[in-house]
C-alpha cells in the first residue's frame, strides 16, 4: 500500500475559509471548443468546469472563492453571477500572469490564512471521504507551506503518466528525476501560504517557483487522493471524462 501522506484530522484548525480557482487561461489545447467559449465554461456531464470546482469547494464550506479571468473575462463573469454560494469574487487580470503570477495578484482578497488553490479544469470525484476536507484536514502550518492533492500516476487520465512527485513516509514531496516515472501525480488541486509569496519575480511567473522554494526547505508536502481524478485540458480528456460521468450517472439512475 503506497503512503498516503499526512493524515487527516492532525490540524487544529481543519477549516480552509478562502479560495482561488484558476480561470484565466486561453484554454489553446481545448480549441477549437475554447475559441468562442472560454475553457472553464466548458460543459463536462452537463455541469461546467467552473461549477464542478466551485461545487468541490463549496462542500468543504469554503466561505469565499476568488476566480481570476482574462480570456473572455465578460463570459464568466455573467455566469458566475448567477451562483449565490459561496461568496465570488473576480480577480481581473488585464495581462495574463500564469499560476504563480495569477494568485500572487490575488492575495489582497485571499488574506492572511492558507487557502484552496484549484484548477479550474481538475475535476474531482469524491472517495470514501469528501478529498478537499481531507486536505484541509491534513493541513499543519508549523510543517507546511503548501500541501498538494496527489493522485496515483498509474491511475491518471489526462497526464503524460510520467507523474510528479515522489513522497517520504510522513507525506514530504520530492521532484520526479527524469527518466524514472513518479508513483504520484499533482491534481492541481493544493492548500497554500501566503508566507511562500515573498521575494518573487515580476509576473507572469509560475507556481512551480514555489513549489521549488518548498521543496527545498523541507515544506511542500502530499496526501493521496482516494477517488477519481481527471485532467480535463484538450478534447480527448473531454472525452473521456464526459463518458465516464456519464456512466456513473446512468448507474445512479438505475439504482
Do not use: C
Request: glycine residues 8%; charged residues 20%; neutral net charge.
Amino acid at each position: 500500500m503506497p503512503d498516503r501522506g499526512p493524515v487527516a484530522g492532525s490540524s487544529t484548525n481543519a477549516k480552509v475559509r478562502r479560495a482561488m480557482v484558476l480561470a484565466a487561461g486561453l484554454g489553446l489545447r481545448m480549441r477549437p471548443i475554447t475559441e468562442r467559449l472560454p475553457k472553464p465554461l466548458v460543459p463536462v456531464a452537463g455541469r461546467t468546469l467552473l461549477d464542478r470546482a466551485i461545487d468541490r469547494l463549496e462542500e468543504a464550506e469554503v466561505e469565499e472563492v476568488v476566480v481570476n479571468v482574462h480570456y473572455l473575462a465578460d463570459q464568466v463573469e455573467r455566469h458566475l453571477a448567477h451562483r449565490t454560494t459561496p461568496r465570488i469574487v473576480l480577480s481581473t487580470e488585464p495581462e495574463l500572469l500564469e499560476t504563480g503570477g495569477g494568485v500572487q495578484h490575488a492575495l489582497p482578497l485571499l488574506g492572511s490564512e492558507p487557502f484552496f488553490v484549484v484548477n479550474s479544469d481538475a475535476v474531482l470525484l469524491n472517495g470514501p471521504r469528501q478529498a478537499l476536507r481531507n486536505l484541509a484536514e491534513a493541513w499543519d502550518g508549523a510543517r507546511m507551506d503548501a500541501l498538494m492533492l496527489l493522485h496515483a500516476t498509474f491511475e491518471t487520465s489526462g497526464s503524460d503518466g510520467t507523474g510528479d512527485f515522489t513522497m517520504d513516509p510522513n507525506g514530504r514531496l520530492r521532484r520526479r528525476a527524469p527518466p524514472h516515472v513518479a508513483p504520484y501525480s499533482f491534481t492541481g488541486i493544493q492548500v497554500l501560504h501566503p508566507r511562500l509569496f515573498v521575494d518573487l519575480p515580476d509576473p507572469p511567473f509560475s507556481l512551480n517557483i514555489l513549489y521549488n522554494r518548498a521543496i527545498a526547505s523541507g515544506r511542500l508536502y502530499g496526501i493521496l487522493h482516494d477517488g477519481k481524478w481527471f485532467h480535463v485540458g484538450s478534447p480527448e480528456d473531454l472525452a473521456g471524462a464526459e463518458a465516464y460521468l456519464s456512466r456513473q450517472q446512468l448507474g445512479v439512475r438505475r439504482t
